[in-house]
């Protein structure tokens, strides 16, 4: 019971930290130039976030980001238990990390808060995959 409590409290940190980078990079999405963002060199938030890669049927990453947070944060605190949404819900951000870092190499220039939201979401896979098992 204490190892679930503290699992779920851990995990909700990490998705509240995705949440907030999410929102970030929706911001900076839509109203460019007005966070601070690196917009010259290697890290390059801005061409990254205005990139070709940075919406997918016109729907910003930023925002599917945005979503996914919100979705997974209602799910953990919850409890919910059926392990078809949530393994859905990971399986979605494993896909989007994966797109994301992808769409960086392609364009040869690293966003920061887009990488910050990639490990993140990899950490909040991990906590939910390495705990799954032994506390459902």
């Given amino acids: 019971m204490v190892m679930q409590i503290n699992r779920k409290f851990i995990e909700l940190g990490f998705i509240v930290a995705a949440l907030v980078d999410a929102i ?3 911001i900076e999405h839509f109203f460019h130039g007005i966070l601070s963002c690196s917009a010259f060199g290697l890290i390059n938030c801005q061409l990254v976030l205005t990139s ?3 919406a997918i049927f016109g729907i910003p990453i930023a925002f599917m980001a945005l979503t996914w947070s919100i979705l997974l944060f209602a799910v953990v605190y919850l409890g919910l238990k059926n ?3 949530v393994y859905a819900l990971l399986t979605v951000g ?3 990390v994966i ?7 392609s364009l040869g220039h690293i966003c920061e808060y887009c990488t910050v ?4 979401i990899a950490i ?3 906590i939910h995959m390495l705990m ?3 506390h459902g």
Avoid at 117 to 120: E, F, K, R
Wanted: no cysteine; charged share 15%.
């Fill in 24 to 26: 970030y990079l929706s």
């Fill in 52 to 54: 070709r890669f940075s």
């Fill in 83 to 85: 392990k078809a949404i």
């Fill in 94 to 96: 494993a896909l989007g």
């Fill in 99 to 105: 797109y994301s870092i992808t769409a960086q190499w």
């Fill in 117 to 120: 939201l990639d490990v993140l």
């Fill in 124 to 126: 909040i896979i991990a």
């Fill in 132 to 134: 799954a098992d032994k």
